[in-house]
Structure formats: structure tokens, C-alpha cells
């Protein structure tokens, strides 16, 4: 059995009201990506947005969901940016 992998996750804007937290500490499975690591917090945090509607970020930088994570990464999830004059 593989040991889990620690991950430090960043909840921006919407997002960090929806789950209750700015910041999370999350246990996952070793070649876990970011859709895996989103998909496990939206199991937890059920009224999280699909994946669809949200940008991601791998240790500060965008990334796409199929990133693989590694133990002591952070991960950041952004909702869209709306706002200002149309």
C-alpha cells in the first residue's frame, strides 16, 4: 500500500468561503494530479464548483488539471474573476 502525500491547498475569493478556509491540509495518494486532489476536496466540500469553472496553480503557477503533485506542493484553486464596469 502506497503512503499518502501531503499537499498544501489555497482557497481564493468564492472558493475560500465555500470550504470554510483559506488554506487546507490535504492527504492524497502519490501520482495524484489536480483534478484528483480538486475532486477529492469537492467530496469534502460539497458545494464546491466543477472543475470547469475554476483555475488551478501548482506551487504559484498555473497549471493544467492533469498536473501531477508531490508531497509538500502547494495548490492554489481560483474561481473566475468577475466584476467592474461592462
Do not use: C
Not at 499537499?7 to 502519490?30: D, N
Amino acid at each position: 500500500m502506497a503512503v499518502a502525500i501531503a499537499v498544501r491547498v489555497r482557497f481564493f475569493a468564492r472558493l475560500r468561503e465555500l470550504a470554510g478556509a483559506e488554506i487546507e491540509a490535504l492527504q492524497v495518494p502519490p501520482g495524484s494530479s489536480l483534478a484528483d486532489v480538486y475532486d477529492a476536496l469537492r467530496a469534502k466540500h460539497t458545494t464546491l464548483p466543477a472543475r470547469e469553472s475554476v483555475r488551478a496553480a501548482l506551487n504559484q503557477e498555473f497549471a493544467d488539471w492533469n498536473a501531477t503533485v508531490a508531497g509538500g506542493d502547494e495548490v492554489a484553486f481560483i474561481p473566475p474573476v468577475s466584476g467592474g464596469r461592462g
